[in-house]
Every structure is written in structure tokens, then in C-alpha cells.
């Protein structure tokens, strides 16, 4: 079992930026992720359109090249439904950290396949039509430190800047590491400004599209965070 990364290494040093890889990426492009302001990689696997050992082997490369640590995405997809579980028991030996979403029937399954290979768990709701009421983002949040979450994701859409507020108070009134990201335009300015908040965090695209609504590009947040965080080196 490898050692478990450190998250208090991500409250030492500017909030971090999670690079999302999306595609295929030359070693080149990848060396060059945390000059461009990354802190993490989050290879969406479920979006890359190859097969297993294709993207065993891809996660080796990112991690590898880009030397930085390693966030899994693996969301279910008609290719991978039947044997997703089996895909994460792969890619737990290569990860830092797997994104599991919080409803899914194999969630404890493969909680459990990422604590034996000493990876670390964020679990995660994603709610792309309403921002939960307070009384929800609590129970989401209890309920994914009680499935073994080391870290909770909170991503929901705000139809209004209030909505967006409301979630960065949220974020901000808790002790646990959480991840809280406000979808949709009126939620953009969380992408940047949830660290501010607690949110341990952030991420941005690096191709020309974004990957969920809302999302700034990894060379525009590399601008905008050392102006808010000017004091962190």
C-alpha cells in the first residue's frame, strides 16, 4: 500500500488548482500543467475514449509526467457500467485521490478498494439544476464522512448570486475538508473564490471548453488567485 498523500499539504501553499485532463495529452503539455498554475491533475477518465489498460496506462503517464498528484474521475458511462468497480480497483494503485459520487450503488465498494491501497476519497453530489437547502448540504455532507469520505464535494448549480453565497457560508461554517463549487454563471466567481471560504479545492479547464458549467480556464485562474491570495507563495 502506498502512503496516503498528505491533504494538510494543501493548506500550506496556494489554494490548489485542479488541472482537468480531459484528453490526451503529450508529455510535453502535461510537464507543463504546474508552470501554468496546477497543483493536481484530474483526469476525467470517463471521458476519454479508450479502453481499460489504455487508461490504466494514460494514469501512469499523467501522474508520471506531470508530477503532480493524481485526482481519478470515473463516472459511469454505458461503456463502463458493468465493470466500473473493477476499473477504480486499477486505478487506485496509481491515484492520490478518487472522486466517488455519493449515490452510486458501488460507492462503499470502491471506498473500500481506495483506503486498502492508501488513496485518498473525496465523495461527491453534483446537483446541475438547484442548489440544495441548508438543511440537504448538511445531510450530504454527514452522510459522506459517515460512508468514509476524506474529503466532501459539494457541486450545485445557483440560479442567482445569493444561491452562490449561501454555499460559501455553508463551506465556511464546517470543520471537515470540503470541496464546495457553485455551478452556472452566477456561480463562477466560486471557482476562484471557494478557498477564500474553506474549499480545498478549486478547478479549471485546460482545453477550449469548459467541462462543467461555470468553469475558468487554468491560465485565466493562474492570474486571478495569486491577486487573491497575494500573501501565500
Do not use: W
Not at 21 to 46: K, P, T
Not at 90 to 98: P, Q, S, T
Not at 148 to 160: N, P, T, V
Request: glycine content about 6%.
Amino acid at each position: 500500500m502506498k502512503r496516503p498523500l498528505d491533504i494538510k499539504l494543501f493548506r500550506t501553499t496556494r489554494p490548489p488548482v485542479a488541472a482537468i485532463v480531459d484528453r490526451l495529452l503529450d508529455s510535453r503539455e502535461l510537464a507543463g500543467l504546474a508552470a501554468r498554475g496546477a497543483g493536481l491533475v484530474e483526469l476525467r477518465c470517463d471521458l476519454l475514449n479508450l479502453s481499460t489498460d489504455e487508461i490504466v496506462s494514460y494514469a501512469a503517464t499523467v501522474k508520471t509526467d506531470s508530477a503532480l498528484p493524481l485526482l481519478v474521475t470515473l463516472r459511469e458511462t454505458l461503456a463502463n457500467k458493468t465493470d466500473r468497480t473493477a476499473i477504480f480497483g486499477r486505478l487506485v494503485e496509481i491515484a492520490d485521490i478518487i472522486d466517488i459520487e455519493i449515490d452510486t450503488p458501488i460507492r462503499d465498494a470502491v471506498i473500500a478498494l481506495a483506503k486498502k491501497a492508501g488513496c485518498l476519497v473525496i465523495v461527491s453530489e453534483h446537483d446541475y439544476n438547484k442548489m440544495p437547502d441548508d438543511s440537504r448540504l448538511l445531510s450530504i455532507v454527514r452522510d459522506s464522512f459517515a460512508a468514509g469520505a476524506d474529503i466532501a464535494k459539494i457541486a450545485a448549480h445557483a440560479a442567482s448570486r445569493e444561491d452562490a453565497a449561501r454555499l460559501m457560508k455553508f463551506a465556511g461554517s464546517r470543520n471537515e475538508e470540503i470541496i464546495a463549487i457553485a455551478m452556472g454563471s452566477a456561480g463562477t466567481v466560486t471557482r476562484a473564490t471557494a478557498p477564500l471560504f474553506g474549499s480545498l479545492f478549486t478547478y479549471a479547464y485546460i482545453g477550449s471548453e469548459a467541462v462543467a458549467p461555470g468553469q475558468i480556464s487554468l491560465d485565466e485562474m493562474g492570474i486571478i488567485l495569486p491577486l487573491l491570495f497575494p500573501e501565500i507563495k
